[in-house]
Nanobody
């Protein structure tokens, strides 16, 4: 199982980024993917998740309206589109997969089995 994360970078307040999570070694169609972030000195927190099967999505309250998670199972890729970024969004963003995530996804990190290496997102004021 591998998850390759890309798309981070430096943006100004109000800017946008799209992160990608390329999955391999497992069946993405029946697996959930979650996006998480961890800022310096803070605990890791869930940002959004997408379930396998029905593709249902869930978003953290503080991210609703600013992020969209989408998936292209054919390309084995899950995306996180982030808009109207704020300095407090600065963090390392990672994706993870729950191999039992058929028609279900969680924003809780311990429910995920495998993790990709994170990408740094820095939002300047």
């Amino acid at each position: 199982v591998q998850l390759q994360v890309s798309g981070g970078g430096l943006v100004q307040t109000g800017g946008s980024l799209r992160l990608s999570c390329v999955a391999s070694g497992f069946t993405l169609e029946v697996s959930a993917i979650g996006w998480f972030r961890q800022a310096p000195g803070k605990e890791r927190e869930g940002v959004a998740c997408s379930s396998g099967g029905d593709g249902s999505t869930h978003y953290a309250e503080n991210m609703k309206g600013r992020v969209t998670i989408s998936r292209d199972d054919g390309k084995g890729t899950v995306y996180l589109q982030m808009n109207n970024l704020k300095p407090e969004d600065t963090a390392v963003y990672s994706c993870a997969t729950d191999l039992q995530g058929l028609n279900y996804c969680s924003e809780v990190d311990y429910e995920y089995d495998y993790w990709g290496k994170g990408t740094q997102v820095t939002v300047s004021s």
